[in-house]
């Protein structure tokens, strides 16, 4: 070949990699995690109504967000779409809902009038509501809990905290109409403290959870309560829940009682069978000990 003339370089040739294909996630995987975007979005709007000095609705908001946090578990049960992503999103969305939310409530209505006592109260819910979601997220993974256990929630859980700890804005708002004096200050920041000691403390409540079908000669009558129920609290909202809050408050006694019970028939089960199995074991070494000898 002569030196003007030069060979052309071979072309290269790309090929398309394969797309992969796209994975789809079934529907009973998304209706959870939708039902808990929702209440997360209740949480941070209730923010924004004790913000702007609107506490009523952010009671509200904060309210259903509790409503929802009930709906979404049951409804992922339901579906068998509980996930690991959805449990850690659920957790997430507590914090904000049920720790974040009703701090900020608390402070914008009366607590920001007592400046850094204040702040330390609230904040110290919030970290007790952080811990008590922390601790219920490693225990749901122990395999070793009996099934009984299932029954209550060790200490109170964060819904249940975020509803008793407003009780006092339910009285300032209730016909009670309970004043914002400096002299119930202390009083205020000390229930606050209690709260976030009962979220983070190992006394049981009532979980709840393992609430079965309802028999049918008593559908009607749970479905008349719910109505009146709902028809109450549209119409009475603080009233129903300064009632639901003393009501919660009166069976944690109740909640200790039944898990002390359950815990000390377990151990005697454990004993029996601890007994039967020396007891079993005890003829055969008898009949050994010749050998032995």
Not at 33 to 58: D, K, P, W
Not at 90 to 103: E, H, M, N, R
Not at 176 to 184: G, I, Q, T
Request: aromatic share 10%.
């Amino acid at each position: 070949m002569s030196e003007g003339k030069q060979t052309p370089e071979p072309t290269r040739r790309w090929r398309r990699r394969p797309r992969r294909p796209l994975m789809r996630v079934p529907m009973r995987y998304v209706l959870p995690n939708l039902v808990t975007l929702i209440g997360l979005c209740l949480g941070l709007t209730a923010i924004r109504f004790a913000v702007e000095g609107r506490y009523e609705l952010s009671v509200i908001f904060i309210a259903g967000a509790a409503v929802l946090d009930g709906l979404d578990g049951r409804l992922a049960r339901a579906l068998n779409g509980t996930s690991r992503f959805g449990a850690e999103l659920d957790s997430l969305a507590d914090f904000i809902d049920f720790g974040v939310a009703p701090a900020m409530l608390l402070y914008f209505w009366t607590l920001n009038e007592f400046k850094s006592a204040g702040w330390f109260a609230v904040m110290v819910y919030v970290v007790a509501c952080a811990l008590r979601l922390a601790r219920f997220n490693v225990m749901i993974d122990d395999p070793k809990r009996p099934s009984w256990m299932g029954q209550f929630f060790v200490g109170m859980p964060s819904p249940a905290g975020a509803i008793v700890v407003l009780l006092p804005i339910y009285l300032h708002l209730s016909v009670v109409s309970m004043p914002e004096s400096a002299l119930l200050a202390p009083a205020l920041i000390a229930y606050v403290l209690l709260v976030a000691f009962l979220m983070v403390s190992r006394i049981p409540h009532f979980s709840g959870k393992q609430m079965g079908r309802i028999p049918r000669e008593y559908f009607l009558p749970v479905m008349l309560g719910v109505i009146a129920l709902l028809l109450l609290l549209a119409t009475y909202p603080a009233e129903v829940l300064v009632a639901l809050t003393l009501a919660y408050l009166a069976l944690i006694p109740v909640a200790w009682r039944r898990y002390k019970a359950l815990e000390a028939a377990d151990a005697r089960r454990l004993a029996a069978g601890i007994g039967e199995a020396g007891a079993s074991a005890a003829p055969e070494g008898a009949q050994k000990a010749p050998d032995q000898g």
